[in-house]
T-cell receptor
Framework: EPEVTQTPSHQVTQMGQEVILRCVPI?????FYWYRQILGQKVEFLVSFYNNEISEKSEIFDDQFSVERPDGSNFTLKIRSTKLEDSAMYFCASIEGEMNTEAFFGQGTRLTVV | DAKTTQPTSMDCAEGRAANLPCNHS???????VYWYRQIHSQGPQYIIH???NNETNEMASLIITEDRKSSTLILPHATLRDTAVYYCIVRAANAGNMLTFGGGTRLMVKP
């Protein structure tokens, strides 16, 4: 069964450093998302991406965050200057399209900012 | 998206049916009911979705009341591996729409 893959599974970074979280969505999917989950809290929407541009973003997704689909397969989330409160699980998801609207999630990247 | 209300936690005996309720009294006509689950800290997993008719797939059944104000997810023969947090989400079925996760129901399947 096709799956969304995320790398790395765990990233430790120092406060103030830039991190890039990588995702490979399912190949024929057209809609891409990033969500995060702080330990013990709800899964929160960050951003959605369609047709090579951001279609929606939450208040969490401020200027420190950016997304990119550099090569037609990878979908990346960049945090420019990490803060302690960015420590969380980050999940990538993709949806095929209007006829199949179930979201497939990756297994997540655990980001720890120290 | 309409808000949903779910019990915080439920227990179920292994092999028995698990019936997880969800209230969504403010659901609008174009909104579907989606169910996802999250096992430990893994990524959420899609289970099933429906508009107004009952739905069944290899994982579960979804029963939606006639007025669409509530629904029940049924796992017919729960196993220990079904222990997870189950999220009921109402959402218009446009593919671009985000999912809004609430607190969900923590289902504990016990031997």
């Amino acid at each position: 069964e096709p799956e969304v893959t995320q790398t790395p599974s765990h990233q430790v970074t120092q406060m103030g450093q830039e991190v890039i979280l990588r995702c490979v969505p399912i190949s024929n999917h057209l809609y891409f998302y990033w969500y995060r989950q702080i330990l013990g809290q709800k899964v929160e929407f960050l951003v959605s991406f369609y047709n090579n541009e951001i279609s929606e973003k939450s208040e969490i997704f401020d200027d420190q965050f950016s997304v990119e689909r550099p090569d037609g397969s990878n979908f990346t989330l960049k945090i420019r200057s990490t803060k302690l409160e960015d420590s969380a699980m980050y999940f990538c998801a993709s949806i095929e399209g209007e006829m199949n609207t179930e979201a497939f999630f990756g297994q997540g990247t655990r980001l720890t900012v120290v | 998206d309409a808000k949903t209300t779910q019990p915080t936690s439920m227990d179920c005996a292994e092999g028995r049916a698990a019936n997880l309720p969800c209230n969504h009294s403010t659901i609008s006509g174009n909104e579907y009911v989606y169910w996802y689950r999250q096992i430990h800290s893994q990524g959420p997993q899609y289970i099933i979705h429906g508009l107004k008719n009952n739905e069944t797939n290899e994982m579960a059944s979804l029963i939606i009341t006639e007025d669409r104000k509530s629904s029940t997810l049924i796992l017919p023969h729960a196993t220990l591996r079904d222990t997870a947090v189950y999220y009921c989400i109402v959402r218009a079925a446009n593919a671009g729409n985000m999912l809004t996760f609430g607190g969900g129901t923590r289902l504990m399947v016990k031997p």
